[in-house]
């Protein structure tokens, strides 16, 4: 039997919130953003008989190392885990996204191969733009301590007006088909059960 289960986990939560960006009353936080991203993909991949797992359903806390061993207890049968974040810098001007793979770990790679040319072909270039978009080995305790092939997504920068305004609007919807249309490819699939 072909696993179907994946673990989606939506960056920080509760009193954790992330990067935070606030002008007056728009307040935008990191661990908001990437749980509706979140949301989005688990309905996407339920549609099509994956069984995504969302590690944070809710606005809470969930320390991760607790994320790291769900994962690892339940890695039989599961395909992958992705982990959902963005970045800031005091440079505003800094944008893009970034996917990061376990450098010692080949279907990673291959998973942040795929899902970097699903976004960069969905995408529209004039949102986002190259300076510091692509796949890089990524030195995370996530990365290093989960047992199954692994990425962690950063959307954009909160602290880049465009990032922020994407991510705001039609960014998400984009973000969540780039990401299950490879999860959902025969490439993926056929990479992740050999």
Known sequence: M???RLFIDAGHGGRDHGVVWQNGNRVL???DICLTLAYLLRL???????NPVLLRSRDRYMPELF????????????MCAIS??????????T??????????EIKSRFIARGIVGNLVSLVDREDILPRKQGIYPGESKFLSKVQIP???INLGYITNSSDRDFLSSRGLMLF?????SYLLSDSFRGMITE
Do not use: C, W
């Open 2 to 4: 072909n696993p179907t």
């Open 95 to 104: 944008r893009g996204f970034q996917v990061l793979f376990n450098a010692n």
């Open 176 to 180: 969540s088909d780039a990401i299950s």
């Open 67 to 78: 994320r790291i061993m769900r994962i690892n207890d339940n890695r039989l049968f599961s």
């Open 84 to 93: 959902l974040h963005m970045d800031a810098d005091v440079n505003s001007t």
């Open 29 to 31: 936080k990191e661990s």
């Open 150 to 152: 692994s990425v962690v």
């Open 44 to 50: 996407t991949l339920q549609k099509n008989s994956y």
